[in-house]
């Protein structure tokens, strides 16, 4: 019989923007946000933990439990393909999590958003300080370099834009890090 239960809560968020399958990090963006989650999770021995996955729009894939097992299974089988819009919005993902956190009535809890990109950097700052505000801790996690890689297609192409051009993502630090300071 538990005598203790650990009060913790933590929502994992993970960018699944297209720019996540590019390699400058090996082997490329995605996989090492992976490995990153599954790390996070296998070490997680209590508390609550849930998944929300964001690119365009933010999306619960698992709520608030203590069931890391399912989380992990649930990390292999993501990718970009399912996202219905592009982006790096991180302020649905802050939302979402928020949302997860008070509807399971935790005043405290820790929201970490693993991504490489921040494309409404000033909502996403505002919304971070709300969630400071109701208790909720907003920290983020970069994947990838400055430098950049292109995106490989699955026809060995590279993702281009309208012009013709190799788009080449790159990690903005300073903008993903303005959001965990806000």
Same mark, same amino acid.
């Given at each position: ?40 999770? %296998? ?6 933990? @849930? ?33 219905? @819009? ?6 649905? %993902?802050?939302?979402? %999590? ?25 909502? @996403? ?16 996690? @970069? ?30 630090? %300073? ?8």
């Amino acid at each position: 019989v538990p005598v203790y239960n650990n009060p913790h809560a933590l929502v994992l968020g993970l960018d699944l923007s297209a720019s996540m399958w590019a390699k400058d990090v090996d082997p490329d963006r995605l996989s090492r946000a992976r490995f990153k989650l599954l790390d996070i999770l %296998a070490k997680r021995r209590d508390g609550q933990t @849930a998944l929300v996955v964001f690119a365009g729009d933010a999306f619960v894939v698992t709520p608030l439990t203590s069931d890391t097992v399912t989380i992990a299974e649930q990390i292999k089988n993501l990718s970009p393909d399912i996202m219905p @819009a592009t982006g790096s919005h991180l302020t649905p %993902a802050i939302q979402q %999590a928020r949302q997860l956190l008070k509807q399971a009535n935790f005043p405290h809890g820790d929201v970490l958003l693993i991504t490489d990109g921040v494309d409404d950097s000033a909502e @996403a700052q505002q919304s971070a300080k709300a969630g400071v505000a109701q208790g909720y801790y907003i920290s983020t996690l @970069a994947i990838g370099t400055e430098q950049g890689a292109p995106i490989a297609l699955p026809d060995g192409d590279f993702l281009r834009d309208q012009q013709g051009k190799t788009i080449i993502p790159v990690v903005n630090h %300073a903008d993903i890090s303005a959001v965990s300071q806000a």
